[in-house]
């Protein structure tokens, strides 16, 4: 069986593709990173992939607030072949600014079924508590509950990556929100505190409780991360793309990386 | 009429950042600060108010966090100021609306953008200007009012095409050299002369653009004048004997060593943009530092952040993809009371923080990880930052082109041109004063990092289809420099009617000189310009044909059917008249001075001291991550706060080998006060330990120089300039390392006081396997510590000199023989026998070793051998040569036999989280025990305490 095709988008600005593309190369999947403007002018499309990969960056410079831009490109040029990618069940995963991207297009945190409209948008990134960009590793749990199927091999996960975004700030429009998001399992992703011991163990790593560091940016929850109705559409601010290979490691035991996030989604694309 | 929206963002943290930086200006009142964004759309037809209102939800507004309104400005709470951006200047935000409102099919809009603060609490008029002034604008790029602020919009002047002729036939001395000063040439009478010669001989006057073309080429910025002078040096030494040495020079100097190495790792040295060496046998690296000065003293955030988009091109101009970002910062101290601030200069906090954010906004937007880095705080940069910009590229061996060959085109790919950035090269060649900023706010701009990326991506697939024949970058001087240099063989014949600018207006000889950010300019066969015109539409990035390489020996420039430019190219290159310099150095005499008491103190002040305090509140602003490679970061140890040796950096896409590259920096500006010959070896051999720390190969070390100094027509700085360069060609040799590129940045005086002599050196280096690669925190309890090189009992430039105000002038001698220890370091770290290393710089070794305890949260006990010196000198001396390595007790006879007679075991890592210092004898005899005892906790509070200051 060949390797399955995955579409890595890179609008202007973005500028972890490569990042990106050497996980999923190593995860066993078969990346190529298109530029929006070959989408548009349907030199290459979405259907011709098994599935979709909006990776970091800063697409258009974040001008207008991080990922505003490239999500009207997607609600305006590609609003009926995302939303044939969703309902043919192929994954989609969104990775710091693809996050932003997907949360301000509407594609993930609409509380409706009805996708791709501004108005939909009932969660957030926004500016880091501390109200600056910051670069550091983290502790991330995927989560149990989590209701993606493509998440399932590896619910209760824990990984190992860094975080470098200055909107990550997990924000629900209200209480109502955030209970609904984590009663339907919307939540996929949590910051973890790894405990102060000398090396990094995973039997002590804990809850963030919203504390800084552990939890970057003051997301409500200790949320990193979050998945769609259907499960298909995932996304998370940290890096897990940097963490496919030991020496990437600052420190600690072997193991934590990012490798079998990247296998549960070129697995679902086949 | 346009329509005002306001944006206002429920919690917006850079209201609450500028309510607590007030007290830090003198204002007590600020309760609150509301923050807003002000968009002023301008449509060329009619819009609706449910056009805008389509526009905010849409793009402009997050319906979770924020709410908007449209029309008359918001009532104000408290205080209300305005700020906005010249017209003209950059402005993101504007741009991106207007694509996004096409995008909608809304209107032909134009957009200005504002931020409104309202500024709540017990504020009077005074407290307000304060705010406004010193947090809120900056008046070099920025208009500011209290209450609302009518938009701004460039006025869209219809190109009244004019070229002006400037007579100079018959001019005195005393009239050329007005006329170069009124005109910001930076050309001194000699030079005015030869261009008056010149258009003698041809028979007419020079156009505005030729003068200008001519003062950007000779500017000391493009041309190095200094470092090509002819200069003679007295040197005076601290016996009063007097020595006279001539140099034929500097550059040469510099140059004559490399060639002499010559090794075979060496691709290209001072040939291009940057110094190319082979990182395989399929790949090179690319590496150069620059320097922005003078534009971030002035605006630190557009200063700093053009400084990496231009070291960045660089790295585009020699055909390597950019793969990370350096960067070395000299301020004031932070902590300058207001009262010592000079007038016309920003407070040394306000550049520091706007140099670091200027640095990151643009290395984090164009996804390089800036990984290495120093910063250095001291009353003699209070005047003149300094802030050196690094690039690093990766490329495929052999694939640079560098020749233009006839008939190629002259094209130009990235942004567009505006009148800004006007003289710049210019305006880095004279000193300044409290006026700087009225006369040359021009020069300054605000980077687009995203078209510069776009060019990286478009430079990275030309170059691999080999669509090009030459590259360069538009630097300072624009155009001008750019084709002036690419054409200086063939000719070139030029039409700037194409040339896209950001608004109307310019004249041909502003579009010629603008440095307008974020270009290359290529050779490109006319047969392959379509495939080029390709791929910069699949990027987004816009193209120019200018004109092609005519064969004519001329450089020739027409604006339309206007002639612009007609001069020989070898006049050009050739014209300007060599300077003849006279250099004195006076070696400082020798001081004797009374050591303090050692005690724990001692370290806790050490540690805390501004230079050696971590630096992590900068270095977290930074992506050090982005592509992926980074092995060794800047920032080790457990709780990732101990400080990195240098940055191992593994290049995206060389999964083929396990090797990886190093880069580290030394630089020593208070050595530079009393003996700048000295200064260059210390700097070198810092850079070079640093490389070794963390396992680089001192066989593959290649170097760049970056020189910072005073006005060169002065004696006593040129003196001290040519002691540093004898420093450096000396160090080459001894440490068999060639130079392979450099930078000078002169002129760095504000009212007559230069900066302290400051010379960056730069190292780039390889380990063979990156799994070999060490930090300093990676030991373990019950390691040994050992000590490679011996103490001095100089202490002249030193920490701890300045710590103490001990007034120590005789700095550590440099070494005579430095490679025979840093192959043995090597040669065991290589074998995987050291556990972690660092080196013996800021703080002496007193410091090293209690940053090795941070970073790992051990204990260590040691006795550092006192080597001549008192217990004071053996902790804290900075002499160089020196590492501490730790590594496993059952590793004590193979790691003794490797490092022979340069290694000696002073100590171990314990249990007991305590850091204690002592010191020993020649036969390792105790002199002093546990003269200081610190709890690593409690250095760790001293390290980090300053972080946030």
Redesign the interface.
């Known amino acids: 069986m060949s390797a399955a095709p995955i579409l890595i988008v890179h609008a ?5 593709d ?2 990106a593309a ?2 999923i190369e190593l995860a066993g999947g078969s990346p190529r990173i298109v ?1 929006v ?2 989408l548009r002018r349907g030199e290459v499309t979405f259907a011709d992939h098994a599935g979709v990969l909006i990776p ?3 697409s ?6 991080a990922g ?2 490239l999500a ?2 997607l ?2 040029w590609f609003a009926q072949e995302l939303s044939e990618v969703v309902t043919a069940g192929k994954p989609v995963l969104g990775i710091c600014n693809g996050f932003q991207v997907l949360v ?1 297009a509407g594609l993930l945190g609409a509380v409706s079924e009805h996708r791709l409209a ?2 939909n ?4 990134l ?12 983290v502790t991330l749990r995927v989560e149990p509950a989590v209701r993606s199927t493509w998440l399932g091999p590896i619910r209760d996960t824990i990984i190992r990556c ?1 975080v ?1 975004h200055g909107e990550g700030r997990f ?3 209200d209480d109502s929100v955030s209970a609904e998001l984590e009663a339907q399992g919307l939540v996929a992703f949590r910051y973890q505190d790894s405990g102060a011991t ?2 990094f163990q995973p039997d002590s790593v804990r809850a963030a409780a919203g504390a800084y560091p552990a939890n970057p940016n003051g997301s409500a929850a200790d949320i990193a991360g979050i998945c769609d109705h259907s499960g298909a559409v995932v996304g998370l601010m940290p ?1 897990p ?2 963490h ?2 030991d ?2 490691r ?2 600690g035991d072997p193991g934590a990386t990012g490798l079998p996030l990247f296998k549960a989604f070129v697995a679902a694309a086949r | 009429m346009p329509l005002r929206v306001t944006v206002t963002s429920h919690s917006d943290p850079q209201g609450e950042a500028i309510v607590s930086a007030a007290p830090l200006v003198g204002v007590r009142g600020l309760a609150q600060c509301r923050v807003s964004r002000v968009y002023h759309l301008d449509a060329a037809g009619p819009l609706g108010n449910d056009d805008v209102d389509r526009l905010c939800r849409e793009v402009l507004v997050d319906p979770v966090v924020a709410e908007y309104s449209i029309g008359a400005a918001l009532p104000a709470m408290g205080r209300a100021v305005e700020v906005a951006a010249l017209p003209g200047v950059t402005d993101l935000d504007a741009r991106e609306l207007e694509r996004a409102a096409q995008q909608l099919q809304i209107a032909d809009l134009r957009v200005s953008t504002a931020v409104r603060y309202d500024l709540i609490g017990d504020l009077d008029d005074r407290a307000v200007a304060v705010i406004t002034r010193r947090l809120l604008a900056n008046d070099t790029i920025e208009q500011s009012h209290q209450g609302t602020l009518a938009p701004a919009f460039v006025a869209q002047a219809d190109a009244d095409c004019r070229v002006e002729s400037v007579p100079l036939r018959g001019l005195s001395d005393s009239e050329l050299q007005t006329l170069s000063s009124q005109r910001l040439l930076s050309l001194d009478t000699e030079e005015m002369r030869a261009i008056q010669r010149y258009f003698d001989d041809i028979g007419r006057s020079p156009t505005d653009a030729e003068l200008e073309t001519l003062a950007q080429t000779w500017s000391e910025h493009c041309v190095h004048k200094t470092f090509r002078a002819a200069i003679e040096l007295t040197h005076t030494s601290a016996d009063g004997r007097t020595t006279v040495t001539r140099h034929d020079g500097l550059l040469a100097a510099l140059r004559e060593v490399t060639e002499e190495l010559d090794p075979w790792w060496l691709r290209s040295a001072f040939v291009d943009d940057a110094g190319i060496v082979a990182f395989d046998d399929r790949f090179d690296l690319a590496f150069k530092v620059e320097t922005h000065n003078h534009p971030s003293a002035l605006e630190p955030f557009g200063g700093a952040n053009t400084g990496v988009g231009g070291v960045v091109r660089d790295i585009l101009g020699v055909s390597a993809r950019p793969i990370a970002c350096t960067n070395v910062l000299c301020f004031g101290p932070v902590d300058l009371p207001a009262e010592r601030l000079l007038a016309g200069v920003l407070h040394p906090r306000r550049i520091r923080d706007g140099v670091v954010a200027g640095i990151a906004d643009y290395g984090n937007k164009l996804g390089l990880p800036t990984v290495n880095g120093a910063v250095v705080y001291d009353e003699g940069y209070i005047g003149n930052p300094l802030v050196y910009c690094g690039a690093l590229g990766l490329l495929v061996n052999g694939s640079h082109p560098r020749a233009a060959q006839l008939g190629d085109r002259v094209v130009s790919i990235g942004g567009r041109v505006g009148r800004d950035g006007i003289h710049g090269a210019t305006f880095s060649s004279a000193t300044m004063d409290a006026s700087t900023v009225d006369s040359v706010g021009a020069a300054v701009q605000i980077g687009d990092p995203i078209t510069e990326k776009g060019c990286i991506e478009v430079v990275e697939r030309a170059c691999g289809l080999g669509l090009y024949n030459a590259i360069t970058d538009c630097g300072a001087g624009g155009f001008s420099s750019a084709v002036g240099e690419m054409g200086e063989d063939l000719g070139v014949e030029i039409d700037l009617e194409g040339v896209r600018l950001k608004y109307s207006g310019l004249q041909p000889w502003e579009i010629w000189l603008s440095e307008a950010q974020e270009r290359m300019v290529m050779a490109v066969p006319p047969d392959s310009l379509l495939a080029l015109q390709q791929i910069c539409d699949d990027w987004d990035v816009e193209l120019t044909d200018l004109g092609s390489f005519s064969g004519s020996g001329k450089l020739v420039v027409r604006h339309g059917d206007t002639p612009v430019i007609d001069m020989s190219m070898d006049f050009l290159h050739n014209g300007l008249p060599r300077r003849e310099l006279t250099a004195t150095f006076i070696d400082p005499p020798s001081t004797a001075v009374e050591s303090p008491r050692v005690d724990a103190e001692m370290l806790l002040g050490l540690l805390a001291h501004p230079d050696v305090a971590s630096k992590e509140d900068i270095v977290r602003r930074y992506d050090h991550e982005v592509r992926a490679g980074t092995v060794v970061r800047p920032l080790v140890g457990r709780n990732a706060d101990g400080p990195a040796d240098a940055a191992v950096i593994k290049p995206l896409g060389t999964q083929h080998t396990p090797a990886a590259a190093v880069v580290s920096n030394g630089l020593c500006p208070r050595v530079g006060r009393h003996d700048p010959y000295a200064m260059a070896l210390l700097a070198l051999d810092e850079a070079v330990r640093n490389l070794v720390a963390v396992g680089g190969d001192p066989d593959r070390v290649a170097l760049l120089d970056n020189f910072c100094w005073g006005d060169p027509t002065r004696s006593d700085r040129l003196g001290s300039l040519v002691r540093a360069v004898q420093g450096c060609t000396d160090g080459a040799r001894r440490y068999a390392m060639p130079f392979i590129s450099g930078k000078d940045s002169l002129f760095n005086e504000f009212e007559g006081r230069p900066v302290p002599p400051t010379l960056l050196i730069s190292a780039l280096g390889l380990v063979a396997d990156l799994n070999r690669a060490i930090d300093s925190a990676g030991m373990s309890v019950g390691d040994d510590l050992w000590l490679v090189g011996r103490g001095s009992a100089a202490l002249g430039g030193s920490v701890a000199d300045a710590l103490y105000g001990l007034g120590a002038t005789d700095v550590p001698a440099p070494l005579d023989d430095p490679l025979p220890r840093y192959r043995a370091v090597h040669s065991a770290i290589a074998a995987g026998l050291v556990s972690a290393a660092h080196d013996c710089s800021d703080g002496g070794i007193a410091a090293a070793i209690a940053e090795m305890a941070i970073a790992a949260r051990h204990g260590v006990a040691v006795e550092v051998p006192a080597d001549g010196c008192d217990e004071f000198a053996a902790l804290t001396n900075e002499g160089p040569g020196r590492l501490v390595l730790a590594a496993q007790r059952s590793d004590r006879d193979v790691l003794g036999q490797t490092l022979g007679v340069n290694g000696r075991r002073i100590g171990e890592v314990t249990a007991n989280s305590r850091i204690s210092l002592g010191v020993q004898g020649a036969n390792g005899e105790t002199i002093a025990a546990a003269l200081v005892c610190v709890d690593v906790g409690d250095a760790v509070r001293a390290f980090t305490s300053s972080v946030a200051t």
Do not use: I, M
């Open positions: 202007s600005g973005t500028n972890r490569g990042d050497q996980a530029h403007n070959q970091g960056g800063f258009y410079g974040d001008s207008l607030g505003q831009r009207l490109e609600r305006l301000k501004p108005e948008r009932q969660v957030t926004t500016d880091n508590a501390r109200g600056r960009f910051e670069c550091r590793w860094p470098a924000v629900s429009a000398p090396v890096h793309e940097d496919v290979l020496w990437q600052p420190n």
